[in-house]
């Protein structure tokens, strides 16, 4: 009787959470479907004179990253494949890792990632409005968003990841402004829904972006308390994709610039599109 009562429990408990991974599968298609609908239906061609007025350094990534008569596609879907770290920068502990992204500055994107090492796998998403991962695909590990702080952290990300791979999303116009930081740089700042953030960006002499550096609303900190915090990271290994020339590895992390640096993002690129009709 009582292996039966216990059966029937563990039945019901992993009923329950299996039917909750599915609401989250759900969910997570059904974000990236709205993401999807924010792309141009007839976009605009780029014209090099759109960046003519911009601080030199800006005026170069633009020219570097669009080619002329490119069609200005603001959303992008990329799948990628590296290594993401659970611990700090003495204690990496890196798990490989998959992932694939629908990116739709200034207003949202989704990652989903499935990562593992050894029998360990930790499967989930991160949006401007959650964040969740399982473990083995059945535990709930890490449930969180819904807040001010969470929305504020995530439009950093994408703002940033915005400079990596939609740049057409940071043409200027009235939500989008560049601004020279010195002669190697320049500073872009979006505004979208009440949050607003800056990014660095720094270029070669060609124009080709070779790092980012911003303060990222995080709390990514011993204390766990949200705070204005170095992020940043590196760009190389580029390569032309329906007009645009993007980078297709990237190492990102936390207290960039500062001997804490810890690269926990690092990732290949292993196909981007801009999806359109």
Request: charged share 20%; hydrophobic share 45%; proline share 7%.
């Amino acid at each position: 009787m009582i292996i039966h009562i216990l059966s029937t429990l563990i039945f019901l408990v992993l009923a329950g959470l299996s039917a909750r991974r599915w609401a989250d599968h759900g969910a997570d298609r059904r974000i990236m479907e709205s993401l999807l609908r924010n792309q141009p239906r007839d976009p605009a061609r780029f014209d090099p004179a759109m960046v003519e007025h911009l601080p030199e350094p800006a005026r170069r990534y633009l020219l570097y990253t669009i080619a002329p008569e490119a069609p200005l596609y603001t959303v992008a879907t990329l799948s990628m494949q590296g290594k993401f770290g659970m611990g700090d920068r003495d204690k990496p502990n890196y798990l490989a890792m998959s992932a694939r992204q629908t990116l739709a500055a200034p207003v949202g994107f989704i990652w989903s990632m499935s990562a593992r090492r050894g029998w360990i796998r930790i499967s989930g998403s991160d949006t401007a409005r959650w964040t969740r991962f399982w473990l083995m695909g059945l535990l709930p590990v890490a449930r969180m968003g819904g807040t001010k702080d969470h929305a504020r952290s995530a439009f950093g990300r994408y703002v940033a990841e915005a400079v990596f791979w939609t740049p057409a999303a940071l043409l200027p116009g009235p939500n989008v402004h560049w601004e020279l930081v010195d002669v190697n740089a320049a500073r872009v700042t979006l505004r979208h829904n009440g949050l607003s953030q800056s990014v660095d960006v720094t270029v070669a002499e060609d124009g080709r972006p070779l790092q980012v550096h911003f303060d990222r609303w995080s709390n990514a900190n011993p204390e766990k308390e949200y705070r204005w915090q170095p992020f940043g990271g590196y760009l190389s290994e580029f390569r032309e994709v329906e007009g645009f020339r993007l980078p297709m590895h990237v190492e990102a992390g936390n207290h960039f610039g500062t001997e804490r640096y810890f690269p926990f993002f690092v990732v290949d690129v292993t196909e981007i599109a801009f999806p359109h009709d």
